[in-house]
């Protein structure tokens, strides 16, 4: 079993932060990549930033300059640093996660349950 859990979403002005924080755990036995992505109000799910085990980056084009991910490998932890709060940013944040699977086997892919970010003018 393999379970991600999100955390440090809120209601925060606009120009304001935001540090979310996805950790994994169960029947893991490596993790390549990690990401966010979010779903606005009436919009399909989008991605917002990955990061793999070497460090490698990608943002949406919308989030660049204003979000930073990062994570900690030995506690399985992804985290995304949002500064700059826009009220656009307001959606339900989702992790995703490559994880190879000792239970089932192989790489799977793995989903959060989400955390709200709302971002007031």
């Known amino acids: 079993q393999v379970q991600l859990v999100e955390s440090g979403g809120g209601l925060v002005r606009a120009g304001g932060s935001l540090r979310l924080s996805c950790a994994a755990s169960?029947?893991?036995?490596?993790?390549?990549?990690m990401g966010w992505y979010r779903q606005a109000p009436g919009k399909q799910r989008e991605l917002v930033a990955v990061i793999i085990s070497g460090g490698s980056t990608n943002y949406a084009d919308s989030v660049k300059g204003r979000f930073n991910i990062s994570r900690d490998n030995a506690k399985n932890t992804v985290f995304l640093q949002m500064n700059s709060l826009k009220p656009e940013d307001t959606a339900v944040y989702y992790c995703?996660?490559?994880?190879?699977?000792?239970?089932?086997?192989?790489?799977?892919?793995?989903w959060g349950q989400g955390t709200q970010v709302t971002v007031s003018s």
């Open positions: 995703n996660a490559g994880i190879y699977d000792l239970d089932r086997g192989g790489l799977r892919g793995y």
């Open positions: 169960g029947s893991i036995f490596s993790i390549n990549a």
